[in-house]
Nanobody
Framework: QVQLVESGGGLVQAAGSLRLSCAAS????????MGWYRRTPGKQRESVAV???????VYADSVKGRFTISTDNAKNTVDLRMNSLKPEDTAVYYC?????????WGQGTQVTVSS
């Protein structure tokens, strides 16, 4: 059973920065892709940043140039560095990992950006 545990959310002022971290139980090398998604009330969950195994990182247009996703195989983590935060980035952020057959989700961490 795969567990993904997020940390690092919180309250920050606009233009500030936060770093989210997601720790996986076991090696992350088994995943075809890892990423971060977010959901705001009344909206569908959207992809923020995804790292495919052996492929190019994909960012949502709304976060390009501000957010950076990275993985650490030694620590089995996937991090999301968020700079120049805007109030519209306020959401619950979820860590995601996928194998060929299964999708795994973390419990979510709240990010609130005040104006």
């Amino acid at each position: 059973q795969v567990q993904l545990v997020e940390s690092g959310g919180g309250l920050v002022q606009a233009a500030g920065s936060l770093r989210l971290s997601c720790a996986a139980s076991g090696s992350i090398s088994r995943f075809n892709a890892m990423g971060w998604y977010r959901r705001t009330p009344g909206k569908q969950r959207e992809s923020v940043a995804v790292i495919p195994s052996g492929g190019s990182t994909v960012y949502a247009d709304s976060v390009k140039g501000r957010f950076t996703i990275s993985t650490d195989n030694a620590k089995n983590t996937v991090d999301l560095r968020m700079n120049s935060l805007k109030p519209e980035d306020t959401a619950v952020y979820y860590c995601h990992a996928a194998t060929q057959f299964f999708d795994y989700w973390g419990q979510g961490t709240q990010v609130t950006v005040s104006s």
